[in-house]
């Protein structure tokens, strides 16, 4: 009957063979259990329940853990060189960059709840081993080059809070440490490292919300910023990296995964949608808490340093230092609020993204390895050079800018890749069943993936257009973009192969289960 159409339109799931054969992101007895899911609906209606905060409560933890990208000291370093060189003028960028990164880590969150796997798993299934192979390096690079800043962020922060005891190479080391420290509290159970989590967040928002209290910027400027778009060609730059940093290729394959951590039952569309739909709410809310710690920072340093001769000169390794020079002692140091505040960022992104290569590694390579085996390899991966980067830069500045916009492009360049394959999944009713996006939301997602994809090659012809020099050199660079380009062509045709392979087959298929 028609009416039983929608049930039979269920994702594709894994037979018992195959799921012992294969990773997966949560095993069955660490997942946090639903109390009442689906509860209040009636059977076989395919409806979600009213709306419960208990439950809400309950499916809260992922989007905290995913917003963590949007905080860390890439995205901090960022914010205050966006404040210090176009003052209050990018705060309207900073809040629609946020909106576009909600909707791709919502769409993210959607295909791991549709479908019970996580991006890295259906890349894999999806396609043939070169690309396969070729999709896992670049992600692998794109974590590495987010790693190495967040464990840069939180030894800088280590130097500050130790009076320069410390150097650099000795605070990767120490990072690197915690990491597993944190991650052993997985052990304990999900919900522990949740609020972990929660507690570095919480350390975030009250220290750049002293800092925020201590400067005390302009209210009227600061809505003005939110609420009217402002651009020029002075802060191009800043605003193409404010909208560059928001995406982060390793957070799109994270956040499909953390959401596996609720045991909901995928054969029932009542689950699904209810899992959907507080996983939403509770991403939204999470992106609005860091919308509003990454407003303290901008702020801040546009309140301190707009238009004065050192904007230009403010970094990461140096904003301490100005702050204080600005900001003075008081009853307890701004260097030393910031400092914690940086510290809180560093350490809980450097977690996420151990996290987040495990299940990359896992996902793309099918590994069934121990976690602490795929988190020692995953943090080699990033720890080891971040060493040699510590030794070499650990007391220039410039260098160490420069390292940092190279990293900077390291991960744009690898945007594509994250976000082209998400978007092909998301809207494949052979993937998603019944939960694949429909048409609307599907043309916004391709338009915000086609503008964060274009405001990141400007970046990357702007800044290869003043670092390019020497023919070798050129060509080189001139044959990677050639097959970077072919390689996002192949991936857009595929996606656009299957989905009218899909269309065209489905009027036959609908009509046999009628007939």
């Not at 109390?35 to 709306?51: K, L, T, V, W, Y």
């Not at 919900?191 to 925020?212: C, D, H, N, Q």
């Not at 949608?273 to 991403?283: C, L, N, P």
């Not at 990461?316 to 204080?324: D, T």
């Amino acid at each position: 009957m028609p009416s039983q159409e929608p049930e039979q339109q269920q994702p594709l799931l894994l037979d018992s063979d195959q799921e012992e054969q294969q990773d997966t992101a949560y095993e069955s007895d660490e997942k946090v259990l639903i109390i009442g899911i689906d509860e209040g609906s009636a059977p076989g209606s395919g409806r979600a329940p009213p709306f419960s905060w208990k439950k809400l409560w309950l499916f809260t933890g992922p989007g905290f853990l995913m917003s963590i990208a949007f905080l860390d000291p890439g995205n901090l370093e960022g914010d205050l060189q966006a404040g210090a060189i176009a003052g209050y003028s990018l705060l309207w960028l900073l809040m629609w960059a946020t909106a576009m990164g909600l909707l791709v880590q919502l769409l993210s969150a959607r295909l791991g709840v549709a479908t019970g796997r996580h991006l890295a798993e259906l890349c894999r299934d999806e396609y043939p081993t070169w690309a396969r192979m070729v999709l896992w390096v670049m992600t692998e690079l794109a974590l590495i080059g987010a790693d190495i800043q967040e464990v840069i962020g939180s030894a800088i922060a280590i130097n500050i809070l130790s009076n320069g005891v410390l150097p650099l190479w000795s605070g990767v080391i120490i990072t690197a440490f915690d990491c597993f420290i944190f991650l052993f509290l997985e052990n304990y159970g999900v919900r522990k490292l949740e609020a972990v989590f929660a507690v570095l967040i919480g350390t975030m928002a009250v220290s750049f919300a002293w800092m925020f209290g201590e400067t005390k910027p302009s209210g009227i400027e600061l809505l003005l910023g939110i609420l009217v778009p402002k651009l020029s060609s002075r802060t191009i730059r800043q605003a193409v990296g404010v909208v560059g940093c928001i995406i982060m290729p390793h957070n799109v394959f994270l956040h499909s995964a953390l959401v596996q951590s609720r045991e909901i039952d995928h054969s029932k569309k009542g689950q699904v949608q209810e899992a959907i739909k507080y996983y939403s709410i509770e991403s939204t809310v999470a992106l609005v808490v860091s919308f509003i710690i990454n407003l303290f920072v901008t702020t801040v340093f546009a309140q301190g340093f707009y238009g004065t001769e050192i904007a230009d000169r403010i970094g990461l390794l140096n904003a301490g230092r100005y702050l204080q020079e600005k900001y003075g002692g008081g009853l307890f140091p701004i260097l030393y609020i910031w400092a914690i505040g940086l510290l809180a960022a560093g350490q809980s992104s450097t977690i996420t993204g151990t996290y987040a290569g495990q299940f990359i590694m896992g996902g793309f390579l099918n590994l069934r390895l121990k976690k602490w085996m795929r988190a020692l390899i995953t943090r080699s991966f990033a720890i080891i050079p971040t060493i040699i980067v510590a030794l070499v830069f650990d007391t220039s500045e410039g260098t160490l800018d420069v390292l940092n916009e190279w990293l900077n492009v390291l991960q744009s360049v690898q945007i594509p890749f994250a976000l082209i394959p998400l978007l092909c999944l998301v809207s494949r009713e052979q993937i998603m069943g019944t939960f694949k996006i429909g048409s609307v939301l599907k043309m916004a997602a391709w338009l915000v993936a086609a503008l964060v994809i274009v405001i990141n090659g400007y970046l990357l012809l702007d800044f290869f257009s003043s670092e390019v020099n020497g023919v070798l050199f050129g060509s080189a660079v001139a044959a990677f973009t050639a097959a970077y380009i072919g390689f996002i062509v192949y991936l857009v045709s595929r996606g656009v192969k299957f989905s009218s392979w899909r269309c065209t087959v489905q009027p036959k298929t609908v009509a046999e289960t009628v007939g």
